[in-house]
C-alpha cells in the first residue's frame, strides 16, 4: 500500500460527459501529480500541484483540469469526454515538488481510476 | 510527451533465469528510478538511485546509475513467476523549479514454469 488513495477505482461514462477522479496524497506530502495511460502505453504527464498551486503542466487537453484543496487532496476534472479518453488516470504524491532532497522528490503512485467512455 | 527509451520492449523467460533491461536517454537525470506495474494497479517503486555511477540492490534486484547520468539498468536474479509486469524507468529532472519524471517505454516481462 503506497498510501496514496484514489476513488473511484472505476468510472463509465458516456461522450460528452463529465467527471471528477479524487486522490488523496501520503500523509505529510505536499505535491500532487496526475498521469494518464492509455492501453498499454507509457505514462503520460499531465499536471502536478504542490501545497495548492499549480507547478507544472504536461500534456494536459484543454478540457481538463485539475486542483489541489487546502487539506492537500487533489480532483481531476474531465469534461466533454470522448472515446480517447478512455484510460487508467494515476495520480501520485511526493514530500517536495521543488529542488530539495532527491529523496523528497520520489513519486508514490495511487491504484488509479479506470474511466471507460462508451 | 518526451519518453525514455527502454529496452527490451518484451521478454519470455523461463523461471529461474536472470533478466536485464536496460533505459537510455539523450537527457541527463539527477535520479533513475525503478517501478514496476502489475496489470490494473499502479506503478510501486522497487529501486532508487542517487548518485552517477551508484549500484543499489533491493532483493533479487540490483540496479545501476550510468556514469553519464543518461542511463540506468535493472537485474532481476533467478526469476520467479511473480516477477511478470511491466517495469518502468523513469528519470528525475528539475523543469525550473518544479520537479519532473520522466517515464520509459517499460519492458513487459512474463515468465514460465
Known amino acids: 500500500d503506497s498510501g496514496v488513495t484514489q476513488t473511484p477505482k472505476h468510472l463509465i461514462t458516456a461522450t460528452g460527459q463529465r467527471v471528477t477522479l479524487r486522490c488523496s496524497p501520503r500523509?505529510?506530502?505536499?505535491?500532487v501529480y496526475w498521469y494518464q495511460q492509455s492501453l498499454d502505453q507509457g505514462l503520460q504527464f499531465l499536471i502536478q500541484?504542490?501545497?495548492?498551486?499549480?507547478?507544472a503542466k504536461g500534456n494536459i487537453l484543454e478540457r481538463f483540469s485539475a486542483q489541489q484543496f487546502p487539506d492537500l487532496h487533489s480532483e481531476l476534472n474531465l469534461s466533454s469526454l470522448e472515446l480517447g479518453d478512455s484510460a487508467l488516470y494515476f495520480c501520485?504524491?511526493?514530500?517536495?515538488?521543488?529542488?530539495?532532497?532527491?529523496?523528497?522528490?520520489?513519486?508514490?503512485f495511487g491504484a488509479g481510476t479506470r474511466l471507460s467512455v462508451l | 510527451g518526451q519518453q525514455l527509451n527502454q529496452s527490451p520492449q518484451s521478454m519470455f523467460i523461463q523461471e529461474g533465469e536472470d533478466v536485464s533491461m536496460n533505459c537510455t536517454s539523450s537527457?541527463?537525470?539527477?535520479?533513475w528510478l525503478w517501478y514496476k506495474q502489475d496489470p490494473g494497479e499502479g506503478p510501486v517503486l522497487l529501486i532508487a538511485?542517487?548518485?552517477?555511477?551508484e549500484l543499489t540492490s533491493n532483493g533479487r534486484l540490483t540496479a545501476q546509475f550510468g556514469i553519464t547520468r543518461k542511463d540506468s539498468f535493472l537485474n532481476i536474479s533467478a526469476s520467479i513467476p511473480s516477477d511478470v509486469g511491466i517495469y518502468f524507468c523513469?528519470?528525475?529532472?528539475?523543469?525550473?523549479?518544479?520537479?519532473?519524471?520522466?517515464f520509459g517505454t517499460g519492458t513487459r516481462l512474463q515468465v514460465t514454469l
Open positions: 501520485a504524491s511526493s514530500v517536495e515538488g521543488e529542488v530539495g532532497g532527491q529523496a523528497k522528490n520520489i513519486q508514490y
Open positions: 500523509s505529510g506530502d505536499l505535491s
Open positions: 500541484y504542490y501545497n495548492g498551486e499549480e507547478r
Open positions: 537527457s541527463i537525470f539527477n535520479t
Open positions: 538511485l542517487y548518485k552517477a555511477g
Open positions: 523513469a528519470g528525475h529532472s528539475y523543469t525550473g523549479t518544479a520537479s519532473k519524471l520522466t
